[in-house]
C-alpha cells in the first residue's frame, strides 16, 4: 500500500492554519481570505499575496505592518508546496501565542 504523497499532508496542514485562521478574522477578511484560497482565485492570489509581503518589507511605513508579510506568505504557500509545512507551522504557532495572551487577559 502506498502513503500519500507528503505534498498532500502539508497542503492539509496548510488548510487547517487558514481555517484556524478565518476563525480568529471578522467576517468580511475572513470572506476574502476563503475567496483568495479557491483554485480558481489563483490569478488574484498569487499578485495579493506578492504585495502583502511587499507591504510586510515596509513596515516602517505608516498602515503598512509586519502582519502583512506571513499573510502574504501563506497565500503564496498555497501555491508553492515547499512553503505550505513550514508556513502552516508557523501560523499555528502563531494563533497559539495569540490565544494565550488573549486568555492571560481575560482573567
Known amino acids: 500500500m502506498r502513503s500519500a504523497p507528503p505534498s ?7 488548510r487547517a492554519a487558514f481555517k484556524r485562521l478565518e476563525r480568529m ?6 470572506s476574502t481570505l476563503r475567496w483568495l484560497r479557491h483554485p480558481a482565485s489563483r490569478w488574484a492570489r498569487i499578485p495579493v499575496g506578492l504585495v ?3 507591504g510586510g518589507v515596509l513596515s516602517f511605513l505608516p498602515v503598512l505592518g509586519v502582519w ?10 498555497s501555491d508553492v508546496p515547499f512553503l505550505q509545512r513550514p508556513m ?3 501560523t499555528m504557532w502563531i494563533i497559539d501565542r495569540i490565544e494565550r495572551w488573549q486568555a492571560k487577559r481575560r482573567r
Open 68 to 77: 502583512m508579510l506571513p499573510l502574504g506568505l501563506m497565500l503564496i504557500a
Open 8 to 14: 498532500s499532508s502539508a497542503q492539509q496542514d496548510l
Open 25 to 30: 478574522l471578522p467576517a468580511r477578511a475572513a
Open 52 to 54: 502583502l509581503i511587499l
Open 88 to 90: 502552516a507551522r508557523f
